[in-house]
Nanobody, 121 residues
Framework: QVQLVESGGRLVQTGGSLRLSCLASGGTFSNLAMGWIRQPPEKEREFVAGISWSGSTTLYGKSAKGRFTISRDDAKNTVYLQMNSLKPEDTAVYIC??????????????WGQGTQVTVSS
């Protein structure tokens, strides 16, 4: 069973940057595709970014393109989400997910609890 623990979320001003981290345990990290999904207040979950097990393929949701970058460090069993030029509409709980296949959506097998990102205007 894979466990995922996110960190790095906090209050930030518009235009600021944050790097989120997700530490995985309980599985073979290098075999897992990883994703970041977010859930804004009173809205449905939204795909943000994903990275394949090899790191050779990345996918981004419309809101993330050009501003966010997903990366992974297999030596540390960690996936990162670098977020730049943050906007108030980026306010959400950011959730780490993992699975056998990279998915441009919500089809992941394992989910973390999430970390809160709040962008003030």
């Amino acid at each position: 069973q894979v466990q995922l623990v996110e960190s790095g979320g906090r209050l930030v001003q518009t235009g600021g940057s944050l790097r989120l981290s997700c530490l995985a345990s309980g599985g073979t990290f290098s075999n897992l595709a990883m994703g970041w999904i977010r859930q804004p207040p009173e809205k449905e979950r939204e795909f943000v970014a994903g990275i394949s097990w090899s790191g050779s393929t990345t996918l981004y949701g419309k809101s993330a393109k050009g501003r966010f970058t997903i990366s992974r460090d297999d030596a540390k069993n960690t996936v990162y989400l670098q977020m730049n030029s943050l906007k108030p509409e980026d306010t959400a709980v950011y959730i780490c997910a993992a699975g056998a296949n990279l998915d441009y959506g919500l089809a992941y097998d394992y989910w973390g609890q999430g970390t809160q990102v709040t962008v003030s205007s």
